[in-house]
């Protein structure tokens, strides 16, 4: 799939025209983006070539006061560029999944739409049910520079059958997690967190923060979701589904043989660790029913358990108060397809003009300017230069999306105060040396055991939040829920799981 830098405007043209002849038939013919004529390359490059096209773009993000503007100045640019107009419709976050899926449902027109595996838009399902199309001869002939920016291996994370539904919006891929403590604490108790390995390593710094702070400061600050979900790969595992679902594999196994995390050890390991770690009062403890938030003291906490990445710290400030924090990594940078395959944009089957989607999708990941101007607005109104690539909000201005993750490339985004000069190459590095998945491009179907990871969600749901964030006695608790995870259906899960793996290594 290696291809030129830049298809021929006149070229395209010609391939539209042949595009729209052949989707004159039925309605059972194959869309566009299945039979089309390869667009060749050294042609004429000017728009006029390209015949008129509107598009609609459904984003992931809240609507903005003065999101009319950057509508009119983004159009402009891609007027220029490609021929086209583009309807901007933003949907907050919180509704996106409910709203896609019913225009999903109605057979409702739109053209291209950010999709995920768990953010909205049911990314697998939505293919399932042949909602989005193909793009494997799209992005060869529209967006060769797309392809070739993302690592080859990352492609897999949105293939299905054999084929890419699925443009990733190349971010930071890889994770890796560890701790973060702010650095007046590390200062006033003369700890070093370069020789800490393990969690557990942490407790005399916990203990001379819970003696030496006052009683509103939260040595370990965890919300009801506990942390075991974001340590997996900490404790040597890959998950499947989800971080929750029972039934994973082992990093590094490469029989890819499917156990249950629950029953081992380390899950033991872990929730009596949480558990002592309550008891001494380093976790707040409204811990079994707390959410992320800011403790009486003006800060998050004192120290918790993230996802470590380059430039997180300036993010890390601003949540605890604005002081400064140091980042420490205890485990390692990992990909899995839930990493990739969180932030998409897709080709709806209604589109009439995929083809010029996907020449869209090219310009939201090479051109930066139409990049920025979407995600942060127009200079001088909505944001100023500091820099050659730096950038400052303004306040209230009306415009700032905060979701330069979900439009593109973010390796072409502004720079915001305090991220490093060179943030996006050290994300880019980190992608490049994380370890993969062994199931990278393996995506679960749950039909066949629906009803069972409905009953296990149920359960989980009624014993995570004690287990997890130390506030029931896992002694007691423990057999209950392994008792009750398995009459819901877990060893079905698992089997289903090992069933659906083995055939796509097969296939391979």
């Given at each position: 799939m290696k291809v030129g830098k830049k298809a021929g405007f006149l070229g395209i043209a010609l391939a539209l025209a042949f595009a729209a002849l052949a989707g004159c038939g039925t309605s059972n013919e194959k869309p566009a983006a299945e039979t089309q004529t390869p667009v060749q390359t050294g042609a004429s490059e000017t728009p006029d070539a390209l015949p008129p096209a509107k598009l609609v773009w459904l984003l992931r993000a809240s609507p903005q006061t003065d999101g009319a503007a950057v509508q009119e100045a983004f159009n402009k640019i891609v007027k220029e560029k490609i021929n086209a107009e583009v309807e901007l419709r933003f949907i907050d976050g919180g509704v996106y999944d409910t709203k896609i899926k019913t225009m999903i449902a109605a057979g409702e027109t739109f053209d291209l739409a950010f999709a995920s595996s768990s953010l909205g838009g049911d990314f697998y399902g939505s293919v399932a049910k042949g909602a989005f199309i193909p793009l494997d001869d799209l992005i060869k002939t529209y967006a060769p520079q797309t392809f070739a920016s993302i690592p080859e291996d990352f492609w897999e994370a949105v293939t299905v059958d054999k084929r890419i539904y699925g443009v990733p919006n190349?971010?930071?891929v890889a994770r890796q997690n560890g701790v973060v403590v702010q650095q007046r604490m590390l200062d006033k108790y003369a700890f070093d967190l370069t020789g800490v390995n393990k969690l557990e390593e942490l407790e005399p710094l916990l203990k001379s923060m819970k003696d030496g702070e006052s009683s509103n400061s939260t040595p370990f600050y965890m919300s009801k979701a506990g942390i075991w979900k974001d340590m997996l790969t900490y404790y040597?595992?890959?998950?499947?589904?989800?971080?929750?679902?029972?039934?994973?594999?082992?990093?590094?196994?490469?029989?890819?043989?499917?156990?249950?995390?629950?029953?081992?050890?380390?899950?033991?390991?872990?929730?009596?660790?949480?558990r002592d770690w309550y008891e001494k009062g380093y976790i707040n403890k409204d811990v079994a029913t707390a959410q992320v938030g800011s403790t009486s003291d003006g800060s998050l906490s004192l120290s918790m358990w993230n996802n470590i990445k380059p430039g997180g710290n300036a993010e890390m400030?601003?949540?605890?108060?604005?002081?400064?924090?140091?980042?420490?990594?205890?485990?390692?940078?990992?990909?899995?397809?839930?990493?990739?395959?969180?932030?998409?944009?897709?080709?709806?089957?209604?589109?009439?003009?995929?083809?010029?989607?996907m020449m869209l999708i090219e310009l939201m990941n090479t051109d930066k300017e139409l990049y920025n101007l979407l995600s942060f607005g127009i200079e001088n109104k909505h944001?100023?230069?500091?820099?050659?690539?730096?950038?400052?909000?303004?306040?209230?201005?009306?415009?700032?999306?905060?979701?330069?993750?979900?439009?593109?490339?973010?390796?072409?985004?502004?720079?915001?105060?305090?991220?490093?000069?060179?943030?996006?190459?050290?994300?880019i590095d980190l992608n490049n040396?994380?370890?993969?998945?062994?199931?990278?491009?393996?995506?679960?179907?749950?039909?066949?055991?629906?009803?069972?990871?409905?009953?296990?969600?149920?359960?989980?749901?009624?014993?995570?939040?004690?287990?997890?964030?130390?506030?029931?006695?896992p002694e007691k608790y423990l057999p209950q829920f392994l008792d009750r995870l398995k009459a819901a259906g877990a060893d079905a899960i698992i089997a289903e799981k090992q069933k659906q793996i083995d055939a796509w290594k097969a296939s391979r």
């Open positions: 190349y971010q930071i040597g595992f890959d998950s499947i589904l989800s971080p929750m679902s029972p039934g994973t594999v082992k990093i590094g196994d490469d029989s890819l043989k499917v156990i249950n995390q629950y029953t081992e050890p380390s899950f033991l390991e872990h929730i009596k660790l949480i400030k601003a949540l605890v108060g604005g002081n400064d924090v140091a980042q420490h990594v205890l485990d390692r940078p990992f990909v899995t397809t839930a990493n990739i395959s969180i932030t998409l944009q897709a080709i709806s089957r209604t589109s009439k003009n995929p083809e010029r989607a944001y100023k230069k500091t820099g050659a690539d730096r950038i400052e909000p303004i306040a209230d201005s009306g415009y700032f999306p905060n979701k330069s993750w979900s439009f593109g490339n973010q390796f072409n985004a502004y720079l915001l105060p305090e991220q490093p000069d060179d943030v996006w190459q050290q994300t040396r994380a370890e993969r998945s062994k199931l990278l491009g393996f995506n679960f179907d749950i039909e066949p055991v629906k009803a069972e990871i409905a009953q296990t969600q149920s359960v989980l749901d009624e014993y995570t939040p004690g287990l997890l964030t130390g506030s029931v006695d």
